[in-house]
């Protein structure tokens, strides 16, 4: 068999061919399909580009071969001469040959000059880089969301090269700690956040700044929450200064909290020295939403709680005193806070919500005073029990009024008739408006329109049935989008804040868009279904909790019997329940 060089490089290719692929670490067939690649081209570079010419290298031997291939085609489909062959021509050479084979024409050894030499190498360089990419990525993509060790390499303008022993890494002057610096040969540790696949090979970003990083070495450090016995719920981190994780227990008998301490604080310590001393608030972690919120704010206590759900905002109130305290060092406290629980917080004095409650109280006194043409205590004494509108005097139950002191039936008669009457006049007026804005009658006959929602609507030019049908749900209630300073500004709707829900809202434009034939009923009905839906889903017990915690720790019978047994749940009475069908886990 005619051969391409000289015989006694045989073994010395394959011997090239595996010391490149153990320094890449890839595999030796690429690294041999690299070379006959370099053959072919330096071959084509001697004998003529349009030849179709193919190199083998025997990866047992190291026996080089070199053939000119041609294809036998018929006479009526023949357009190449150099890489096709026809049949006749081709039957005269093997009478076997066929439309389709390939004729194969063994091409004489030849030397190779400079610069087909440096093709060749050039060839063999490119593919193995590509393999050796390739490799890196497979390798390192599966890898995400691990904790890598590595060494520094170099640091440039703040990004910090690792070397990772198979790969490169970065980790980005934003993914590092501040004031955090290394030099050359320095260990590092890092989380693997994401492997990009890019022309000059995979870019594997890393991150000592993630909240992720945290959790990890958490799990590292103790046993509990590397098991799962302890769930890490959330974690919020101001990298280098301080951060705050939830934990909770899945093993009634384990304190959370205790746990990530460790004894005398051995185990938070260690975390805290991987991460350049950065404090570390370790938060109980709850399901209700107003309890964790409470706890987030360590080591600020709490007076009050307001929770609005559509928003996810809550108001804290806070002793006067203990406002810096809640605020934080630049609003570092609640800022953690309200990106741990999920929630944007709004702090508040006492003594500002004193005087917001004062000013609010006296603003219902005197509405009650002219509606109800009463003198300023019997106002007063309305507004401090709780009536904050004229519509909740004339509609509630004559019972209410009773239990107030000092009221009988005949003085809550004459208060609702007096309510009724303000409220008849209210809407005449209104209504006298909206015909002068030109809000058309067919509005009137929308659900949930009153004459004061229409004065409204004629105020924002919203005039018939087809107007209220363009509108979204924000345009009524009201949103909030970022302001000048980066901070959430609420921007007011048709309506005032807490007038109108969001829901309510979208099912007031849906029944528009029937009306006005936008849409069919259907999918109204749809909606209706779904947050009919929403509202039955079933809140969790504290004994479906546990089940619920059991079943993340695993599906054994005799397991749940016995942790059913410790916290002394009766499972038959439960299931009985349906606990066990209809429990909806938490988000």
């Given at each position: 068999?005619?051969?391409?060089?000289?015989?006694?490089?045989?073994?010395?290719?394959?011997?090239?061919?595996?010391?490149?692929?153990?320094?890449?670490s890839?595999?030796?067939?690429?690294?041999?399909?690299?070379?006959?690649?370099?053959?072919?081209?330096?071959?084509?570079?001697?004998?003529?580009?349009?030849?179709?010419?193919?190199?083998?290298?025997?990866?047992?031997?190291?026996?080089?071969?070199?053939?000119?291939v041609?294809t036998?085609?018929?006479?009526e489909?023949?357009?190449?001469?150099?890489?096709?062959?026809?049949?006749?021509?081709?039957?005269?050479?093997?009478?076997?040959?066929?439309?389709?084979?390939?004729?194969?024409?063994?091409?004489?050894?030849?030397?190779?000059?400079?610069?087909?030499?440096?093709?060749?190498?050039?060839?063999?360089?490119q593919?193995?880089?590509?393999?050796?990419?390739?490799?890196?990525?497979?390798?390192?993509?599966?890898?995400?969301?691990?904790?890598?060790?590595?060494?520094?390499?170099?640091?440039?303008?703040?990004?910090?090269?690792?070397?990772?022993?198979?790969?490169?890494?970065?980790?980005?002057?934003?993914?590092g700690?501040?004031?955090?610096?290394?030099?050359?040969?320095?260990?590092?540790?890092?989380?693997l956040?994401?492997?990009?696949?890019?022309?000059?090979?995979?870019?594997?970003?890393?991150?000592?700044?993630a909240p992720?990083?945290?959790?990890?070495?958490?799990?590292?450090?103790?046993?509990?929450?590397?098991?799962?016995?302890?769930?890490?719920?959330?974690?919020?981190?101001?990298?280098?200064?301080?951060?705050?994780?939830?934990?909770i227990?899945?093993?009634?008998?384990?304190?959370?909290?205790?746990?990530?301490?460790?004894?005398?604080?051995?185990?938070?310590?260690?975390?805290?020295?991987?991460?350049?001393?950065?404090?570390?608030?370790?938060?109980?972690?709850?399901?209700?939403?107003?309890?964790?919120i409470?706890?987030?704010?360590?080591?600020a206590?709490?007076?009050?709680?307001?929770?609005?759900?559509?928003?996810?905002?809550?108001?804290?109130?806070?002793?006067d005193?203990?406002?810096?305290?809640?605020?934080?060092?630049r609003?570092?406290?609640?800022?953690?806070?309200?990106?741990?629980?999920g929630?944007?917080?709004?702090?508040?004095?006492?003594?500002?919500?004193?005087?917001?409650?004062?000013?609010?109280?006296?603003?219902?006194?005197?509405?009650?005073?002219?509606?109800?043409?009463?003198?300023?205590?019997?106002?007063?004494?309305?507004?401090?029990?709780?009536?904050?509108?004229?519509?909740?005097?004339?509609?509630?139950a004559?019972?209410?009024?009773?239990?107030i002191?000092?009221?009988?039936?005949?003085?809550?008669?004459?208060?609702?008739?007096?309510?009724?009457?303000?409220?008849?006049?209210?809407?005449?007026?209104?209504?006298?408006?909206?015909?002068?804005?030109?809000?058309?009658?067919?509005?009137?006959?929308?659900?949930?329109?009153?004459?004061?929602?229409?004065?409204?609507?004629?105020?924002?030019g919203?005039?018939?049935?087809?107007?209220?049908?363009?509108?979204?749900?924000?345009?009524i209630?009201?949103?909030?989008?970022?302001?000048?300073?980066?901070?959430?500004?609420?921007?007011?709707?048709?309506?005032?804040?807490?007038?109108?829900?969001?829901?309510?809202?979208?099912?007031?434009i849906?029944?528009?868009?029937?009306?006005?034939?936008?849409?069919?009923?259907?999918?109204?009905?749809a909606?209706?279904?779904?947050?009919?839906?929403?509202?039955?889903?079933?809140?969790?017990t504290?004994?479906?909790?546990?089940?619920?915690?059991?079943?993340?720790?695993?599906?054994?019978?005799?397991?749940?019997?016995?942790?059913?047994?410790?916290?002394?749940?009766?499972l038959?009475?439960?299931?009985?329940?349906?606990?066990?069908?209809?429990?909806?886990?938490?988000?």
């Open positions: 068999m005619t051969t391409v060089g000289v015989s006694a490089n045989r073994l010395e290719i394959l011997q090239i061919a595996k010391a490149v692929a153990e320094e890449k890839i595999d030796q067939r690429i690294v041999i399909e690299a070379m006959q690649e370099a053959i072919e081209k330096a071959a084509k570079a001697k004998y003529g580009q349009e030849h179709d010419i193919r190199a083998r290298i025997d990866p047992a031997t190291g026996e080089q071969t070199l053939w000119r041609q036998v085609v018929a006479e489909n023949f357009e190449d001469e150099a890489k096709q062959l026809r049949l006749a021509e081709a039957k005269k050479i093997d009478a076997s040959l066929e439309v389709g084979s390939e004729l194969k024409e063994e091409l004489p050894p030849f030397d190779f000059g400079r610069v087909a030499a440096q093709t060749a190498k050039q060839v063999i360089t593919k193995v880089r590509d393999a050796e990419r390739e490799r890196q990525y497979n390798e390192y993509k599966d890898r995400v969301g691990e904790v890598i060790n590595g060494i520094v390499k170099r640091v440039e303008y703040g990004h910090v090269i690792v070397d990772l022993g198979r790969a490169e890494g970065i980790i980005r002057r934003n993914d700690i501040p004031r955090e610096n290394f030099q050359p040969n320095d260990r590092v540790r890092a989380y956040y994401k492997v990009s696949r890019e022309m000059k090979g995979p870019q594997i970003f890393l991150s000592r700044a992720d990083f945290m959790r990890k070495l958490f799990a590292q450090e103790v046993p509990e929450v590397y098991e799962g016995v302890i769930q890490i719920k959330a974690c919020a981190r101001d990298p280098g200064s301080r951060a705050k994780i939830g934990v227990s899945n093993d009634s008998s384990i304190d959370p909290v205790g746990a990530c301490v460790g004894m005398r604080g051995a185990r938070v310590q260690a975390v805290v020295g991987e991460l350049s001393g950065e404090k570390i608030d370790i938060i109980p972690w709850n399901y209700d939403a107003a309890t964790f409470v706890n987030a704010l360590q080591p206590e709490v007076s009050k709680v307001v929770l609005d759900e559509d928003e996810r905002r809550v108001e804290v109130v806070v002793a005193d203990q406002f810096p305290l809640a605020i934080g060092r609003g570092q406290n609640v800022r953690l806070a309200s990106q741990l629980t929630w944007q917080i709004d702090l508040i004095t006492e003594s500002a919500d004193s005087e917001r409650y004062q000013k609010e109280f006296q603003e219902r006194t005197s509405l009650f005073m002219k509606a109800l043409d009463a003198d300023e205590t019997l106002a007063q004494l309305l507004a401090s029990e709780g009536f904050e509108s004229v519509e909740e005097i004339a509609f509630v004559p019972e209410d009024f009773i239990t002191e000092g009221f009988d039936k005949d003085v809550a008669e004459e208060l609702q008739e007096r309510a009724r009457e303000f409220l008849d006049r209210v809407a005449v007026e209104n209504d006298t408006k909206r015909r002068e804005l030109g809000v058309e009658d067919d509005v009137m006959e929308l659900d949930s329109m009153t004459p004061s929602f229409a004065v409204k609507l004629g105020e924002q919203v005039k018939t049935v087809e107007d209220v049908a363009g509108l979204v749900p924000d345009d209630t009201g949103y909030r989008e970022p302001g000048p300073d980066g901070k959430p500004v609420w921007v007011e709707g048709i309506l005032k804040k807490g007038e109108m829900r969001k829901d309510d809202a979208q099912m007031f849906m029944k528009a868009r029937v009306i006005a034939g936008w849409i069919e009923q259907e999918a109204v009905d909606l209706i279904a779904q947050q009919a839906g929403d509202e039955e889903a079933p809140e969790l504290e004994e479906e909790r546990a089940l619920l915690a059991l079943g993340e720790l695993g599906n054994n019978d005799d397991d749940e019997e016995s942790l059913a047994e410790e916290l002394g749940i009766d038959a009475d439960l299931q009985m329940e349906g606990g066990d069908e209809e429990a909806v886990p938490e988000q």
